[in-house]
């Protein structure tokens, strides 16, 4: 029975156990009292109990310090840790007592605690005892097996009846670990070194442990920040989506406002024109005036226009050929009137106001305002049907330069025909429907005001309805302007009346002078 001298020394094993299977090991001596060759002796070192088991001259002393369900990790580490030094004059190993091979909870919590303390070298020196005098299990656990496996197949079984036997196998196992784990058993150094590596082990583990806490930390911060900036997202637009349907809805009311406003603001207009209209009808001649200034380029047809305006509200027709004739060009500003509905009519006609280089002629700018004194009120813009230059496009350009930007405000369009060619002219709505963007354009800035005039004989019973329109277009304009004449800052009243009376002086001048030489 001896391997490599190691029955020679003291071999001492640190009992794993509960208080219930250490009472089972001590009933073994009293069930076999009579084995001669098996003895086992009981006592106690300072808090440890020992059996000390003699079997042919082979000792083998078990060393067992209480191990209570109760305790915590630290005391059964501690328990075991006084055992293994009281076997500091010995072969060291350890010895797992299990009751009929039942591997229970508590006893997995010890062997897990033996391997924290003492490392995985403490298998090595493991023997599983199994008591098996009272209930047996049929098969062994799973754990039970693994733990087996790692302690090499070192599984004993050991009943009362045949301790001797069963102990004599206990006492070969432990000769055979020995003898292929080292003869000296675990050791201080091992111990030692398991408590460094345990150390170490828990330092990394603390340290893995507060890294994967400050990572789920920081997944954790990421998160609440994903979360607060969706929250904060869903939360923009709906007020982005609430801010849109407020001004969405300001929008409409200010449109539903600016409506209200404009429809009061005419009427109130409209009724203010009439009660000026009606307190201005007085006996002076100068309130029952409408005066219109008539514009336009070279061969626009604004005498044509404003000879045939002055027949028809007049109520005259001619039968003159000539009369129909394009007239010679007008070379300065000249001043006709007529009485028609109720009320004197004064046109004014006038040459070019600008030279080709767009430079005004302040002279006849003068003139023209002066004739149409008490006026202007409005302005009768003359275009040609048929043609349209660049110099027309640059026109309302030209023409606010000289009287001012609120010049459309009080603008008429009048297009004149001179084709007679045509057996049924052409619709004027349909020709500017159709016209060039910039002539649309202009007629828009005008208030989209625009009245047509035939000035051919062909088409003379045409000219009747239109000039009633022209007529009737121009008293509503001056109405809406409550009946006031266009204001012109550039010269005063006074300059335009002496501008005035000068020009009409130096006409019966010119009268006096063509007589006198008729007579001669």
């Known amino acids: 029975m001896s391997h490599n001298g190691i029955t020679n020394t003291r071999q001492m094993m640190v009992v794993i156990s509960t208080v219930e299977e250490w009472l089972s090991w001590k009933s073994l001596p009293q069930d076999s009292s009579g084995d001669k060759h098996l003895q086992l002796t009981f006592s106690s070192l300072a808090s440890n109990q020992v059996c000390d088991m003699t079997m042919d001259g082979r000792l083998i002393s078990l060393r067992y310090a209480d191990l209570k369900e109760d305790m915590t990790e630290e005391g059964i580490s501690q328990a075991i840790d006084g055992c293994f030094k009281s076997c500091a004059d010995g072969i060291g190993s350890f010895l797992l007592l299990i009751q009929g091979g039942h591997y229970t909870k508590r006893e997995r919590r010890m062997i897990e605690i033996l391997q924290a303390h003492f490392g995985a070298e403490a298998l090595k020196y493991l023997v599983v005892l199994s008591l098996e005098d009272g209930k047996v299990a049929d098969t062994l656990d799973d754990t039970l097996l693994e733990l087996i496996n790692m302690c090499d197949g070192r599984y004993c079984r050991i009943t009362s009846s045949a ?40 330092s990394m583990k603390m340290l893995k442990q507060k890294v994967q806490e400050a990572e789920e930390k920081e997944q954790a911060f990421k998160q609440l920040v994903q979360q607060q900036e969706e929250r904060r997202a869903k939360e923009i637009e709906k007020l982005k989506a609430k801010h849109a349907e407020e001004r969405k809805k300001e929008a409409a009311e200010k449109k539903q406002y600016e409506t209200k406003r404009e429809s009061l603001e005419e009427a109130v207009r409209s009724h203010r024109a009439m009660l000026q209209l009606q307190m201005s009808a007085t006996d002076d001649d100068d309130t029952k005036k409408i005066s219109v200034i008539l514009l336009g380029l070279s061969g626009s047809g604004k005498s044509s226009a404003l000879d045939l305006i002055l027949e028809r509200a007049g109520n005259q027709y001619s039968f003159n050929e000539s009369s129909h004739e394009p007239p010679q060009p007008t070379l300065s500003c000249e001043r006709k009137e007529v009485f028609a509905a109720g009320r004197q009519l004064i046109l004014v006609d006038t040459p070019e106001l600008w030279d080709e280089d767009g430079v005004e002629n302040l002279e006849l ?44 405000e009080h603008a008429i369009v009048l297009f004149v025909c001179f084709d007679g060619k045509q ?21 828009q800035k005008c208030g989209s005001r625009f009245y047509e005039l035939n000035v051919t004989k062909s088409q003379n019973a045409l000219s009747y309805p239109q000039v009633k329109d022209l007529l009737s277009g121009i008293n509503k304009l001056v109405a809406s302007h409550g009946g006031r004449s266009y204001s012109m800052r550039r010269f005063s009243v006074q300059e335009l009346q002496e501008r005035k009376k000068g020009i009409e002086e130096r006409k019966e001048g010119a009268l006096e002078v063509n007589y006198l030489l008729r007579d001669d």
Do not use: W
């Open 365 to 408: 700018v003068k003139d023209c305002l002066a004739l149409s004194l008490p006026g202007p009120h409005v302005f009768l813009l003359v275009l040609q049907v048929g043609r349209f230059t660049q110099g027309e496009c640059e026109m309302l350009g030209h023409l606010q330069k000289v009287f001012g930007r609120d010049f459309a």
């Open 163 to 202: 301790a001797s036997d069963d102990l004599c196998a206990l006492f070969e196992m432990v000769d055979y670990m020995l003898s292929e784990n080292g003869v000296t058993g675990y050791t201080e150094t091992m111990l030692t070194e398991a408590k460094k590596r345990s150390t170490e082990d828990s």
């Open 423 to 443: 057996r049924r002219p052409q619709r004027i709505n349909d020709y500017v429907a159709e016209a060039h963007a910039t002539l649309q354009g202009l007629i």
